[in-house]
């Protein structure tokens, strides 16, 4: 009979042949440090529908909740999946003059904020996704990293 | 006889503050320690390829947010394997990506195809496909459990049960007894054909 050692070897010989990290994977990995955004304070995710949800779909068409709070912000976004392009409707608040950056390591789109601090985007890509803000005269925030 | 417990690596602290301030190198390092690791996680999760990237990519951006705050640097690949099992967890929560039936395919189904396509290597390798391939339908057999965690304890370099703990949020304790009961009833399995 084989040995145990030998068993995971063997085992880790096939993941490593047949089942590797994806060369696109690693890639965005080692990319991934370009996100660092030290001078930006965080908001935080204090809410998600998707963790109170028992059972979801993914690209459902069920909009999703998330709320940010972090530097005196809060942000407030739904996203609606559907095939794949997510629409997100958002609103920051207090409502000030602001530009909100959709951030992505599948490329930025950014928008302002109309008077009442409601922004919008579509057609963004599943994945992962952040928002900055980017008040006229305050200091920026950045949400956490959140996969849509 | 290898054992698989890795030494704590001493000098993540200093690799970790380099990263911290944007050096490239210092970052890339943690990365090709630790990649495989995270993937493992993700698939162990019998996640699709794409959502084992998604969940990848969610850990590293992860590790970018925080890595001024990383506790106990030490710790760094148990902080991975705990961040790419909750990112697994809440994909799997939300019901997975939406890609049409059929299009998905699993750390199985990668496997199994690969498996079966010899063409791919001619030569080498007859004999070690059909090793391959018979060790692989035994480990298929296992129960979920056992496959799981199999599948992280094969990541390369091979993990410390203290990440194995923290990728499967299992006690340290219940690693060890539970990898030689699996690992007996494949080889009792393999040891009968």
């Known amino acids: ?148 | 006889m290898i054992a698989f417990e890795t030494m704590a690596e001493p000098e993540n602290a200093e690799v970790l503050r380099a990263a911290a301030t944007g050096d490239q190198k210092a970052w890339e390092s943690i990365v090709d320690r630790y990649a495989n690791l995270v993937w493992s996680v993700a698939r162990s999760f019998q996640l699709a390829q794409s959502d084992a990237s998604d969940v990848s990519q969610a850990t590293w951006l992860r590790l970018v947010e925080h890595i001024d705050d990383v506790r106990d640097p030490d710790k760094l690949g148990s902080w991975l394997a705990t961040t790419a099992r909750r990112e697994a967890l809440a994909l799997l929560r939300r019901g997975g990506r939406d890609v049409p039936a059929g299009a998905a395919t699993d750390f199985v189904g990668t496997l199994a195809g690969s498996l079966a396509s010899s063409d791919e290597e001619p030569d080498a390798g007859v004999l070690r496909d059909e090793r391959d391939a018979a060790l692989w339908h035994e480990f298929r057999t296992l129960s979920e459990p056992c496959q799981q965690l199999l599948r992280v304890l094969i990541a390369d370099p091979p993990p410390s049960y203290a990440e194995v703990s923290a990728a499967l949020d299992l006690p340290v304790g219940s690693i060890g007894p539970t990898r030689q009961r699996c690992l007996g009833t494949l080889r009792r399995r393999l040891g009968s054909t």
């Open chain 1, 1 to 148: 009979m084989i040995g145990e050692e030998e068993v995971l070897r063997a085992l880790r010989d096939i993941a490593g042949r047949r089942d590797p990290v994806p060369d696109n994977v690693l890639a965005a990995a080692r990319a991934s440090i370009a996100w660092r955004d030290p001078d930006a304070a965080l908001a935080q995710l204090t809410a998600d529908s998707a963790a109170s949800r028992l059972v979801a779909v993914r690209g459902g068409g069920s909009p999703r909740l998330l709320s940010f709070f972090g530097g005196s912000l809060t942000i407030d976004v739904q996203a609606t999946t559907r095939a794949g392009a997510v629409e997100m409707v958002g609103e920051v608040s207090p409502a000030v003059p602001a530009r909100v950056v959709l951030e992505s390591p599948s490329g930025s789109v950014e928008t302002d904020v109309d008077g009442e601090g409601r922004f919008r985007f579509q057609g963004v890509v599943a994945g992962s996704v952040r928002l900055r803000c980017e008040p006229v005269e305050g200091a920026a925030v950045h949400t956490e990293w959140v996969l849509l």
